[in-house]
């Protein structure tokens, strides 16, 4: 029997497990930006975005992290823990960009003296509106030891990226990341790719990650194709 097809989000889809604690992600070719406003079919994104989240999933449960990661069933699907998901999402700033640099009046690629964790309510009716600690403690989204612990998580998770993506030339300028509760622990869910990130060549500032295709630059598989060859090239595992 086919797995139920459990939720169709904008990039990837969630089917059930063959038991109840774990399910299946398929990651496919749609891109998204601006929430939805434009829509592309790219193919082989989702095999490039699966293979990426699979070798830094991997390396990062090597480095003590716990993920929802179990293993790849092919080319683009994911088995994954079933979590809970906690419904902010969590972003990393390295260096200023994209709506950082927007709000705050910044150029992109300005130097931040401390790195930057931001929480958004994941809500595309909303526009995944900022929220605060005790706004997201106050509406019971997570806890205030849940809070400390993903914060924890997002500090360690970019200490490991960042080192692994510098031994490839490349600056982890920003990411954003899911939890979600399993067995009452939390873990990394969701996924982390050049979807999720920003991602400069080191040599040239070139953009190697979704800003391609959000702002028309052209070649946003090559850039994904580019990722992925970089983080084999490095051996993290
Ligand atoms: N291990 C997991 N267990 C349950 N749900 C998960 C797990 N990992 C990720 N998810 C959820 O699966 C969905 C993945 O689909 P996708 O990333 O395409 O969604 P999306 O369009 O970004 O929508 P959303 O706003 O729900 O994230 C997301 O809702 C994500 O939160
Ligand atoms: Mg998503």
Same mark, same amino acid.
């Given at each position: 029997m086919?797995?139920?097809? /459990?939720?169709?989000?904008k990039?990837?889809s ?10 299946? /992600? ?13 829509k592309?079919? =790219?193919?082989g994104?989702?095999? @490039?975005?699966?293979?990426?989240t699979?070798?830094?999933? *991997? &390396? /990062? ?12 069933l092919d080319?683009? +699907?994911? !088995?994954?823990?079933?979590?809970? %998901? %906690? ?5 990393? $700033?390295n ?7 927007? +709000? ?7 130097? =931040? ?7 958004? =309510? ?5 526009g ?15 806890s205030?030891?849940?809070?400390e ?6 500090? *360690?998770i970019?200490?490991? @990226?960042?080192? =692994?993506?510098? +031994?490839?030339d490349?600056?982890?300028v ?9 067995d009452? *622990? ?5 996924? %982390?790719?050049?979807?999720?990130? #920003? ?8 953009? /190697?990650?979704?800003? #391609?295709? +959000? ?6 598989l090559?850039? &994904? $194709?580019?990722?992925? *060859? $970089? @983080?084999?090239?490095?051996?993290? !595992?």
């Amino acid at each position: 029997m086919a797995n139920e097809l /459990l939720y169709t989000g904008k990039s990837k889809s969630v089917y059930a497990g063959d038991d109840n604690h774990t399910c299946i /992600l398929e990651f496919r070719d749609s891109a998204t930006a601006g929430n939805g406003a434009k829509k592309a079919e =790219l193919e082989g994104k989702g095999v @490039l975005n699966a293979e990426i989240t699979s070798i830094l999933y *991997r &390396y /990062l449960e090597k480095n003590g992290i716990e993920t929802h990661f179990v293993k790849m069933l092919d080319e683009t +699907r994911m !088995l994954a823990k079933k979590v809970d %998901i %906690i419904n902010v999402e969590v972003i990393v $700033r390295n260096l200023a960009a994209g709506s950082f640099s927007k +709000r705050y009046g910044v150029p992109e690629g300005t130097p =931040l003296k401390n790195t930057v964790l931001e929480f958004c =309510l994941k809500s595309d009716e909303l526009g995944d509106p900022m929220m605060n600690e005790s706004q997201i403690t106050a509406l019971g989204i997570a806890s205030q030891k849940e809070l400390e612990t993903m914060k924890d998580m997002a500090l *360690r998770i970019n200490a490991l @990226l960042s080192a =692994l993506f510098d +031994r490839c030339d490349i600056i982890l300028v920003d990411f954003k990341l899911e939890f979600g509760k399993h067995d009452d *622990r939390i873990v990394l869910a969701d996924e %982390i790719s050049p979807d999720s990130c #920003r991602f400069w060549d080191k040599a040239t500032g070139k953009k /190697l990650d979704k800003d #391609r295709f +959000r702002r028309d630059l052209g070649d946003v598989l090559g850039a &994904y $194709r580019e990722v992925l *060859r $970089r @983080l084999k090239h490095a051996q993290p !595992l």
